[in-house]
């Protein structure tokens, strides 16, 4: 499949936007692990994920990390081009989780495009919208909801990327997601296995009572 | 000074779109303490503070608050118009925080130039740029930051906005502004107090060691 079918507006692109677009999209091989955008250093360019996982977290002054959302098969980075938005003013790590392949369109044919075609800018408005609710969401989440709810819904929505019911995730990986202390993430697991809802061994993280975190979590 | 003068990439537009914006903003008086925008329920559309405040904030399900970002002279309120964003699916409250004056650009002349213009779709973009970066801004202050921090600086900025060592402000009023409970702010509040950086009356907080305040906040 070519990028005609990642690019999500493809249909409402004019002739010439279309071939520009094949012309210069180029499928990028990225390992997992590999930090594709670290704050505002890089600016590669839009890219369309074809296979894989990539994870948006910011980082703190002491290194402490919290994650922002994820990208998977058929989601749009936009971050990786922020530089072209002269307003997106802060800063933000994406990195690889797993490996991923994603078409790259380069940033100057991008910006190009996004300069000249009002169908583009305003679908970079909606990938922009679309990220900001993420972060409104997070940020209530965060506000509000008390951190066993919290990790309840993190160890579903794991359970469900993974499509498993055990997973394996250290504490540690848990506290960077969640931008908390890897001791916090420790104690509510231990209150959680007491309670039965989750199984601890060694590098693994069992769902025991699905039911129970799915109603803790809500 | 009509719309032209608020409206911050005029030149840039076309006679067409020139005409189209002059012919269709009015002013749009709104006093102090009016609801503009709840929720996802209105959408009058983009508004150019000409004079007075505008508060963005969100609510709890049990009614805590959390100040988003502040809109003043020339700034633009976006989220009135947040309609024409299929993806901004999150709900934020603005109100009017002191008597305000705006030029109201309806919704729907708003969307149809949107649509048909790159330069002004680009336009809102960076301008749902700019919010989001006050949000995420917001999200490392709550995240990473101390609350004795979080209170000098918002004790600043306040001071800053209404150009006054003697605020009048309520307790309750600055636990809605960040999120947390009067109780919380009262302490915090008394400890300042006692460490001489505040003088706390009844309804009022005076800042009597700007320096150490400002050297708290860093």
Request: aromatic content about 0%; overall charge neutral.
């Given at each position: 499949m070519d990028v005609s079918s990642f690019f999500p507006i493809w249909s409402k692109l004019t002739a010439f936007e279309q071939q520009t677009l094949k012309n210069s999209a180029f499928i990028k091989k990225i390992p997992a692990?590999?930090?594709?955008?670290d704050g505002s250093a890089d600016c590669m360019g839009l890219l369309l994920v074809r296979a894989g996982q990539l994870r948006a977290f910011i980082l703190s002054g002491e290194g402490k990390e919290i994650t922002i959302y994820r990208l998977f098969e058929r989601?749009?980075?936009?971050f990786s081009a922020s530089?072209?938005?002269?307003?997106?003013q802060f800063d933000i790590t994406i990195s690889a989780e797993k490996d991923t392949e994603a078409w790259l369109i380069p940033i100057d044919v991008y910006k190009r495009l996004m300069e000249s075609s009002a169908v583009i800018a305003n679908y970079t408005s909606e990938v922009m919208g679309t990220r900001f609710t993420d972060v409104m969401w997070l940020m209530e989440q965060v506000m509000w909801k008390s951190f066993d709810k919290r990790l309840a819904s993190f160890l579903l929505e794991e359970s469900v990327i993974e499509n498993t019911e055990t997973l394996r995730i250290t504490h540690e990986q848990i506290a960077a997601h969640m931008g908390t202390a890897r001791e916090v993430v420790t104690r509510m697991l231990k209150y959680f296995q007491t309670e039965g809802m989750v199984k601890i061994t060694r590098g693994c993280i069992e769902i025991t009572d699905r039911n129970r975190l799915e109603a803790l979590s809500e």
């Open positions: 692990g590999t930090v594709i955008h989601d749009v980075c936009l530089c072209i938005m002269r307003s997106i």
